[in-house]
């Protein structure tokens, strides 16, 4: 096997390709989808179509797709995946998974991951996959992780409540939602989907407290170092569904930020323009080319803080209310591939 790896080597220094350092395979892609038709809304669809052009661009490129919890556990443990490494996931459990989505991978042979919603399992909503299902698409390769019970508004209810009892709230709709799927899958969760991506300080430390993942719905790929009580996706939906973008975020890179302050992605009154500060470690691309971006702002201003890897990213105005995000992005200095990083902010006055 050495000697294998070790004569491969050789043949890529002989071509004259560059050889990278061995971290730059040690990333994960996540694509995170919602309904797969064309009579749903389109900001949470993808038409059936337009799936199977990600399929095949998936396969024709040579694309790893591996089930989410082994690949999240090979970069915790720092075990390397191959490159281009993607993983599958499917927020709520509508149906149209069931009809669409399961044929198409199940033909393929590839795993994937829903984030399930219980309560409308439970009181058996047609728009809705049942337990039934869900045990076939288990044999088959299919994981099944938390989303809520009832996919409430976990941070936005905590003002109707006291701490005491949005903690409570919040800790019980995690559980419940676990006990349902072992009790009928026999499958013990340990990664949670925060509802609609929106999350505070305090409801991530709850999820890492009790020894779970937390992922959300901003983009960017994954790596050792990053936040895993809010990890990324790349959400494929409506427009964020075209070819054309899907090439792209497939094959991009983590963006290697090792603290960003705030912390919270809630926003305080009287501060609706929220800087941000990221410090950056080392990899192949130029610091001083950086981009920055805001929802629905485009472009916005960077500073760097003196001589330090330490950005700072100012929006271009107020953000509005509601989920907004900023995201960075810079080429990779030799290969045709883009590090990103992406922050999501939450406005709920």
């Avoid at 038409?47 to 024709?60: M, S």
């Avoid at 899907?246 to 501060?271: H, I, W, Y």
């Amino acid at each position: 096997m050495r000697r294998t790896i070790l004569l491969h080597l050789i043949l890529i220094i002989g071509t004259g390709l560059p050889v990278f350092p061995i971290w730059a395979a040690n990333h994960l892609v996540v694509l995170q989808y919602h309904h797969f038709s064309t009579k749903t809304p389109p900001s949470t669809s993808i038409k059936p179509q337009e799936f199977d052009l990600h399929l095949e661009y998936l396969l024709e490129n040579g694309f790893a797709v591996w089930p989410l919890k082994k690949s999240l556990s090979y970069l915790r443990q720092g075990r390397e995946l191959p490159d281009n490494c993607v993983a599958i996931t499917v927020d709520d459990a509508y149906i149209s998974i069931y009809e669409e989505a399961y044929p198409r991978l199940k033909q393929k042979g590839w795993p994937f991951t829903v984030f399930v919603a219980t309560e409308p399992i439970e009181k058996g909503s047609k728009a809705f996959l049942t337990w039934d299902q869900m045990r076939e698409m288990k044999e088959h390769g299919v994981d099944f992780e938390m989303h809520s019970h009832t996919h409430a508004y976990l941070v936005r209810i905590k003002k109707e409540l006291s701490t005491d009892q949005w903690l409570a709230t919040v800790r019980q709709e995690i559980l419940t939602s676990r006990e349902r799927l072992e009790e009928e899958l026999g499958y013990r969760s340990g990664i949670f989907a925060y509802p609609y991506g929106e999350y505070d300080e305090a409801l991530k430390n709850l999820v890492l407290e009790m020894g779970l993942i937390g992922v959300g719905q901003h983009s960017g790929a994954i790596w050792k170092g990053s936040d895993w009580g809010a990890l990324p996706r790349f959400p494929m939906s409506g427009p964020y569904a075209a070819l054309k973008e899907f090439r792209v975020k497939v094959r991009t890179l983590p963006l290697p930020v090792t603290r960003e302050t705030p912390a919270d992605p809630v926003l305080q009154s009287g501060n609706m323009s929220p800087s941000l500060v990221l410090e950056l470690g080392e990899g192949p691309f130029a610091p001083e080319q950086i981009n920055c971006y805001a929802s629905g702002q485009g472009r916005v201003k960077t500073f760097w803080q003196g001589k330090t890897r330490k950005l700072q990213v100012f929006p271009n105005r107020s953000l509005p209310k509601g989920r907004s995000r900023y995201n960075c992005t810079v080429r990779h200095k030799k290969l045709n591939r883009y590090f990103w990083f992406s922050r999501q902010w939450l406005r709920l006055d």
